[in-house]
T-cell receptor
Framework: AQSVAQPEDQVNVAEGNPLTVKCTYS??????LFWYVQYPNRGLQFLLK??????LVKGSYGFEAEFNKSQTSFHLKKPSALVSDSALYFCAVRPTDKLIFGTGTRLQVFP | SAVISQKPSRDICQRGTSLTIQCQVDSQVTMMFWYRQQPGQSLTLIAT?????????ESGFVIDKFPISRPNLTFSTLTVSNMSPEDSSIYLC?????????????FGPGTRLTVL
């Protein structure tokens, strides 16, 4: 079955430190991978996606993600976290017309 | 990116009643989807809204409970029927393009439903 796993329910990081939110996937064929962020009382906002090409994808708000085919991972990263980055982050894969979401990781950035 | 609006943004409803949620997009899109996000949970796809034909429902969701309309390429409605407290969730509309797996799927702001 095609699936997405986010092994951490919550990630805590101090402001200014680098952050990583982990995502692994299991799909057949070429994976189209996405990251979305959900701020409190808001809908999902698109951050970035991997389709093909360079394994390091840059997105909104200074976020980037690294695609690793051998490890079937697509971890979200940011070199220097901000308190305003605190939100719920979802990894997703789109094998057909439908997105399959991970369970989400709550990022808490402390001042 | 598409601009998506949903009405209402939130509502509190009584058990046994129904609520219709509207989704409006600022441009024509091929695909429209409805998702449910239960408290503290991830997103679950309810159905794909098909223009001019019946929606395609995912396992565990039925038309009698979640009737969907899509009269054109920019508008869709989701009705939550005969509500119970278990239906308390955020309902999100999402749009994309058929056959373009690389295309980004965008989401509306959501409708927060509380059923008493």
């Amino acid at each position: 079955a095609q699936s997405v796993a986010q092994p951490e329910d919550q990630v805590n990081v101090a402001e200014g430190n680098p952050l990583t939110v982990k995502c692994t996937y299991s799909v057949s064929g070429n994976p189209y991978l996405f990251w979305y962020v959900q701020y409190p009382n808001r809908g999902l906002q698109f951050l970035l996606k991997y389709i093909t090409g360079d394994n390091l994808v840059k997105g909104s708000y200074g976020f980037e993600a690294e695609f690793n085919k051998s490890q079937t991972s697509f971890h979200l990263k940011k070199p220097s976290a901000l308190v305003s980055d605190s939100a719920l982050y979802f990894c997703a894969v789109r094998p057909t017309d439908k997105l399959i979401f991970g369970t989400g990781t709550r990022l808490q950035v402390f001042p | 990116s598409a601009v998506i609006s949903q009405k209402p943004s939130r509502d509190i409803c009584q058990r046994g009643t129904s609520l219709t949620i509207q989704c409006q997009v600022d441009s024509q899109v091929t695909m429209m989807f409805w998702y449910r996000q239960q408290p503290g949970q991830s997103l679950t796809l309810i159905a794909t809204a098909n223009q001019g034909s019946e929606a395609t429902y995912e396992s565990g969701f039925v038309i009698d409970k979640f009737p969907i309309s899509r009269p054109n390429l920019t508008f869709s409605t989701l009705t939550v029927s005969n509500m119970s407290p278990e239906d308390s969730s955020i309902y999100l509309c999402s749009v994309g393009h058929r056959g373009r797996g690389t295309d980004t799927q965008y989401f509306g702001p959501g409708t927060r439903l509380t059923v008493l």
